[in-house]
Structures are given as C-alpha cells and as structure tokens.
C-alpha cells in the first residue's frame, strides 16, 4: 500500500475536495465519476448504489485511479492509482450519511432512491503523486 505524501493529506483528511474516480469498463475504456469520498486507516472510501456504472466497475480487484482537486486552488491536486480491495453493503448507509455531513453539512444522506442498496468501497493506493 502507497502512502499519500504528506503534503497532500489535506485534501484527503481535512478539505471538502471532490474526486474524479476513473474506473475501466468491460470494454476497456474509461469512465469518471465526481465523487464524494474519505480516507481512513490508509485506504480511500467512495460510496455508489447498486446498478449505476461505477458500481459495475468497482469490483474487487478493479484498477481505479482519482484526481482530487484542492478546492482552494485548482492548480493543486493529487492523483492516487490503487486497487479496490472490497466492496460491501456493510457500513454503506453509515459511511453515505458521514459523507453527507462532511459535504452537505446534514446527519442524513436524503438524497436515495426508493429501494436504492448503498456500496462502500474501498481503495487500496499503490502510488500517489500531485502538483502544487
């Protein structure tokens, strides 16, 4: 596992910074996703719901990579290249509503679908790199 360099861990663990999930499809071409996410214990978290494209894709294994852009400074980001380690349903509802608190500053994430079955992923970084 890569560890983030140190001065880009704010904008993992501290900024309110969008990322742009790259996942490959069964093709082999690429698709992106803004996305909301964490890093804890040394691996990025995103969240999806069952059937959408990105959850397809986000399969144990996967190769992903993520661009997070400093919200204070477009000029400056970091990209992180790793692999899913795990997708589960376990822990998923929790983990979307921490991420709506972090980003929609609410206790609940209000924003599912009927019936939607929420995934929590897991991104084990293998190399970290950025500018700014």
Request: with cysteine.
């Amino acid at each position: 596992m890569a560890n983030i360099p140190e001065k880009y861990l704010d904008l993992l663990q501290r900024k309110k910074a969008f990322a742009a999930l790259a996942t490959v499809m069964p093709d082999g071409s690429p698709q992106v996703t803004p996305v909301w996410f964490d890093y804890t214990a040394g691996l990025v978290r995103v969240n999806t719901a069952r059937g959408r494209v990105k959850a397809r894709n986000l399969k144990a294994g996967a190769a992903v990579a993520l661009a997070i852009t400093d919200p204070d400074n477009p000029y400056r980001y970091v990209q992180v290249r790793g692999r899913v380690r795990r997708v589960t349903e376990q822990g998923a509802v929790a983990h979307i509503d921490s991420l709506a608190k972090k980003y929609l500053g609410q206790d609940k994430y209000t924003n599912a679908a009927p019936g939607e079955v929420r995934l929590l992923c897991e991104i084990e970084p293998s190399s970290a790199s950025g500018m700014g």
